[in-house]
């Protein structure tokens, strides 16, 4: 009986910090495009990219910092292929398995999701 309750609060304290790992492999809702984010290295890094496999290696999260404290998200620079910049955006863990970028630019602002998988799919 002890044992259970030991597993069940661990298993309930150990939740939130998962669901708050960045991580891991990523892919784009919508193109054929993959990172790899390190909290690390402060970034994310281009690990393969359909639509420009010259892409690969590209870091295009920099700068990565955690804001205040769990829950409260992330910071970083996001590379804005249109402009051909990197803006701040803010990153959000929606779920465990859901990330999402928001940058803004004047009144303008762009929201990317991205899904996280457990490996990157051979070309």
């Given at each position: 009986m002890i044992r259970t309750v030991l597993l069940l609060?661990?298993?309930?304290?150990?939740?939130?910090?998962l669901a708050e790992n960045l991580d891991g492999f990523w892919q784009h809702e919508k193109q054929?495009?993959?990172?790899?984010?390190?909290?690390?290295?402060?970034?994310a890094k281009?690990?393969?990219n359909d639509n420009k496999p010259d892409a690969v290696g590209f870091e295009m999260?920099?700068?990565?910092?955690?804001?205040?404290?769990?829950?409260?998200?992330?910071t970083g620079e996001v590379y804005a292929?249109?402009?051909g910049e990197f803006k701040s955006a803010k990153i959000s863990l929606l779920g465990a398995d859901l990330m999402q970028?928001?940058?803004?630019v004047?009144?303008?602002?762009?929201?990317?999701?991205?899904?996280?998988?457990?490996?990157?799919?051979?070309?």
């Open positions: 609060m661990t298993l309930m304290t150990s939740a939130p910090l054929p495009l993959w990172i790899e984010v390190s909290t690390a290295g402060g970034g281009v690990v393969r999260l920099r700068n990565l910092e955690r804001q205040g404290g769990e829950g409260d998200g992330w292929a249109q402009l970028f928001k940058v803004k004047g009144f303008m602002s762009r929201t990317v999701e991205w899904q996280r998988v457990k490996s990157v799919p051979e070309s």
